[in-house]
Each structure stands twice: as structure tokens, then as C-alpha cells.
């Protein structure tokens, strides 16, 4: 009979230990979100050349140096380049489903610069990223939308209704949201010091120097979108 309590005693202990163990567990998961995390996070940047890296060695585009500036900052992530030049916000949105069946834990979505050098009607413009920002909130994952710049070129009416596409479709969807991608370069009075100093020689694309000062500006709004993501 001792033999037998002592079976069921010992049977019991370890039940209980094994019970304490995945208390522990759970309450160290509940204190530090993504400890038990086994594979990095993966963030696809969702763009055109600005994403792409057009022009500049494969190491030396956005993607890698924010990656890189991540990894700088303690984040275990992996970025995907999504970016395909020349694409407007309609490619984006033709490109959404089969983007989002690699199943990323987040999305940077930078889009619209081609639409606005095409003068493509904001409504239209509006309604693709709309469409996309749909789709990862059906799938839920978080985005963070970053704008771009948009000139007089086509008339005061133009320029306003798609400088306010960005904060409303971030504010309508709970998106983070970046307002200019090129802010950290334009941003400053001289112009022309700025494209001689960070832009390639066509003064639409970013040089390498141009890229790492974009990475510093927005890597703080993506390190969010990771936290929104964890």
C-alpha cells in the first residue's frame, strides 16, 4: 500500500510541477510579449523605387539599411522588398492578395508617387490604397502608411485632396502612419543642396547618404509597427 501511495504521490508531484512550469510559462509570455517568439518577425515593404532601391547596389537600398537599423535597435525582424518601380497605387492593390500570402507579421505600404508624377485622380488613388489597407485589416496586420510629398504641379484642389488621403485612411483603418517618406531630405530650406547632397543625379531617387537619413527618420515609426505586430 506505501508502495502504491508513494506512486500516486509521485505521479501526483510531478503533475503539479508540470502544472507550475506552464504557469510560469504563461506568465513570463504575459511579461515580456514575443519571449517564446522562434522566428523573427517579417515586415514586407509594399512600394515602388522609392522601396525598390532603384539605382543604388543591392545593399544600399531602403529595405536593407532599414534591416540593418533594426537590427541596430535590438529587433529580430526580416524584411521582404516588395517594391517594384515604376508600380502606382493600383499595382499595389493588384499585388495585395498574393503579398499577403506569404503571411507577414506587418506591412509597410508606400505608395503614390507614381500616381501623382501621372496625375492620376486622388479619388483613384484613394480608393486603391483603400483597397489595400482593407485587405490587411481583413487578414489582420498592422500597417504603417507612409505618404509622399505632393507638389503644386496640378493645381492647389489636386495637391490638397491627396495630401489628405494619407491621414484619413491611416485615422478610417487605425494604420500607423509616416507622412513623407522623403521628409528627411526636402524638409530643409535649401533644395538644391539637398538633391546635390542625397539624390541621384535624375533628383527623384535618394543616394545611399539619402537612404540611411530616411532610415533614421522613419525607423522609430516602424520599430511601432513591430510593436503593433508582437
Same mark, same amino acid.
Given at each position: ?8 504521490? /509521485?505521479? =501526483?508531484? $510531478? ?31 509594399? /512600394?515602388?523605387?522609392?522601396? +525598390?532601391? =532603384?539605382?543604388? *547596389? ?31 497605387? +493600383? ?18 505600404? $508606400?505608395?503614390?508617387? %507614381? ?12 480608393? %486603391? ?12 496586420? *498592422? ?7 505632393? *507638389? ?5 484642389? =489636386? ?6 488621403? =494619407?491621414?484619413?485612411?491611416?485615422? !478610417?483603418?487605425? !494604420? ?10 526636402? #524638409? ?11 539624390? +541621384?543625379?535624375?533628383?527623384?531617387? *535618394? %543616394? !545611399? ?7 533614421? !527618420?522613419?525607423?522609430? #515609426? ?9
Amino acid at each position: 500500500m506505501r508502495g502504491l501511495l508513494g506512486r500516486l504521490s /509521485g505521479a =501526483y508531484g $510531478a503533475r503539479a510541477a508540470i502544472r507550475n512550469l506552464g504557469l510560469a510559462v504563461a506568465l513570463a509570455a504575459l511579461a515580456f510579449p514575443g519571449a517564446g517568439r522562434a522566428e523573427p518577425l517579417t515586415v514586407t515593404a509594399l /512600394g515602388d523605387s522609392l522601396t +525598390q532601391g =532603384y539605382g543604388l *547596389p543591392p545593399g544600399d537600398g531602403f529595405v536593407p539599411q532599414l534591416e540593418r537599423w533594426l537590427a541596430g535597435q535590438g529587433a529580430d525582424v526580416r524584411l521582404v522588398n516588395a517594391g517594384v518601380s515604376g508600380d502606382t497605387t +493600383q499595382g499595389g492593390l493588384s499585388r495585395i492578395d498574393w503579398t499577403l500570402a506569404d503571411y507577414p507579421d506587418a506591412l509597410i505600404v $508606400a505608395l503614390g508617387g %507614381n500616381d501623382i508624377l501621372r496625375g492620376i485622380d486622388p479619388a483613384t488613388a484613394r480608393a %486603391n490604397l483603400d483597397g489595400i489597407l482593407t485587405r490587411a485589416r481583413a487578414e489582420g496586420v *498592422p500597417v504603417l502608411l507612409v505618404g509622399i510629398a505632393v *507638389p503644386g504641379n496640378y493645381g492647389p484642389e =489636386y495637391q490638397s485632396a491627396f495630401r489628405a488621403i =494619407y491621414p484619413e485612411l491611416a485615422a !478610417a483603418h487605425g !494604420a500607423l502612419l509616416y507622412p513623407d517618406f522623403l521628409a528627411a531630405l526636402t #524638409s530643409g530650406g535649401d533644395r538644391q543642396q539637398a538633391l546635390r547632397d542625397w539624390f +541621384q543625379p535624375d533628383g527623384l531617387h *535618394p %543616394n !545611399a547618404e539619402g537612404v540611411a537619413r530616411i532610415v533614421e !527618420a522613419i525607423g522609430p #515609426s516602424v520599430l511601432k509597427l513591430l510593436d503593433a505586430a508582437g
